[in-house]
């Protein structure tokens, strides 16, 4: 089957650093994207990943394992605006499916 | 603002009714992807349609059909909806441009059933 897992919740302070990880399961693959939805809104495109390393922008960062089926986004110096849901999603290749998982939900705490 | 567009923005309506959702993709993008997010609950994708033929097919209900039209926007419908259809519905695009298949999220439809 075709799965992706991220943690459901997480907390942290004003100015620290924080890994939100991300593990996936895919017939194929094509490409590993992270996208930022505060509630109630649409998502916004973060990420995107498709070679094992790390990519870098900003204040956030990815990065991509393919033999481990692994990823994370990473989070500096966090403000208060952080606090979202954060989407992990594949893009699996010959199909053109895109699988999402469930989010993680940041919580940023003064 | 992604470009995106969709309406409305919000949708009451009964049990049994059928309704349409429409959706504008960016300038230029060939790409309209579908979306349902129930509360709580991960964005599930619907269909995908490229340049007027559908492309990909996630888990879409055979209550629900779409389509793009030669001008690339495109349209959701919902029929014999229930309650448990009330949810977010986004449309997305993209440009397909090399193999990065970044899509731009429109502002969503609030569907809700009663």
């Known amino acids: 089957g075709q799965n992706i897992d991220q943690p459901t919740e997480m907390t942290a302070t004003e100015g620290a650093i924080v890994q939100i990880n991300c593990t996936y399961q895919?017939?194929?693959?094509?490409?590993l994207f992270w996208y930022q939805q505060h509630a109630g809104e649409a998502p916004t495109f973060l990420s995107y990943?498709?070679?094992?390393g790390l990519e870098e922008k900003g204040r956030f960062s990815s990065f991509l394992s393919r033999s481990k089926g692994y990823s994370y986004l990473l989070l500096k110096e966090l403000q208060m605006k952080d606090s979202a849901s954060y989407l992990c999603?594949?893009?699996?290749?010959?199909?053109?499916?895109?699988?999402f998982g469930t989010g993680t939900r940041l919580k940023v705490l003064a | 603002d992604s470009g995106v567009t969709q309406t409305p923005k919000h949708l009451i309506t009964a049990t049994g009714q059928r309704v349409t959702l429409r959706c504008s993709p960016r300038?230029?993008?060939?790409?309209v992807y579908w979306y349902q997010q129930s509360l709580d609950q991960g964005l599930q994708f619907l269909i995908q349609?490229?340049?007027?033929?559908?492309?990909a097919k996630g888990n879409i209900l055979e209550r629900f059909s779409a389509q793009q039209f030669p001008d690339l926007h495109s349209e959701l419908n919902l029929s014999s909806l229930e309650l448990g259809d009330s949810a977010l519905y986004f449309c997305?695009?993209?440009?397909?441009?090399?193999?990065?298949?970044?899509?731009?999220f429109g502002p969503g439809t609030r569907l809700l059933v009663l």
């Open positions: 349609y490229y340049n007027g033929e559908e492309r």
């Open positions: 997305a695009s993209s440009a397909l441009r090399d193999r990065e298949e970044t899509q731009y």
């Open positions: 990943n498709v070679l094992d």
């Open positions: 999603a594949v893009s699996t290749s010959g199909t053109y499916k895109y699988i």
């Open positions: 895919t017939s194929g693959f094509n490409g």
């Open positions: 300038s230029g993008d060939l790409s």
